[in-house]
């Protein structure tokens, strides 16, 4: 006789919405009303704190105990004690620490949080806070400094101690450190490198928005440089300077970007998702997305995968 079947709810795949009354003094964060727009965070592993999540604020994330493996939009990487990276507002990350001790470690993160709003509207009138603009651009998509953990450790410990002025000052001299690291990697997503003139800039973003609302559709670069008044090798060198990439590595990214959200998100079969990216054959996506990613996308899935659990496997 069958028994009786049992009934899962689905996985949420896409990441939790953190907010400020998700974010307990018990957890180890700060309580609102005696901080401003920078806040302090110490955790260990593991933790309710520890999950596929994101939120509106800015996160500095230092890690300073374990291994594992580090998921921060559709990038999959590993991280030791010393990795440090920025996140945007709403972008999804988590670590998972694969070689945690029994009873778990009392701190493995130490984390900032920071507001986007006030440091905008502060550099509208104070020049000095312009230098943290592009770094502030950058984080949009992640970005991981190299070599830094040590003088992270030590201006986070400084902000922790301060308060009002002193935790500003303090985030202002971290804040710069940063904006000056050229030792650095983009993780997630393509991100504009440009700083052309701003109606260079308009052009690009122009076609950056044409492409990534229609992935599926054909795009060919003589068409746009036409339509822009350039010949096709001017434009090349232009779409170059202002994004990195030759115009076809930046529309196969955008499309492997897309396809990585899909396998994250969804059960669709890989051929399908290969298909409504824009690649009419399955090999060429295949190879695409392994140069792209450094795996193939079967084995991305079964990766991230791992972005929702207490242990990485």
Known sequence: MRGHDTIHPPRRRAPEMEYDHTRPTALGYEPVEDTGFIRCLAHGFPTPLARWHHHEEYELHLIVATTGKAFVGDWIGSFEPGHLVLTGPRL?????????????????????????????AAAQVVPELAEAMPLLERARHGVEFFGMGEVARSLWQRCKAERGLRRLAAFCDLLGVLSRCSDYRMLSSVQMQAKDDD?????????VS?????????FVAADLAAELGMTESSFSRFFRRATGNNFTDFVNRVRINRACQLLMESDR???????EVGFNNLANFNRRFLEAKGMTPRDFRRRANDRFSGAAG
């Open 92 to 120: 999804p990350h988590n670590w998972v620490s694969v070689d945690v001790p029994e009873g778990g470690v009392a701190e493995r993160d130490l984390v900032i949080q920071f507001q986007r709003e006030p440091l905008v």
């Open 199 to 207: 109606a260079g800039m308009d052009q690009i973003n122009a076609i």
């Open 210 to 218: 044409r492409l990534t609302a229609d992935i599926s559709q054909t």
């Open 269 to 275: 079969r890989v051929g399908d998702i290969a298909y």
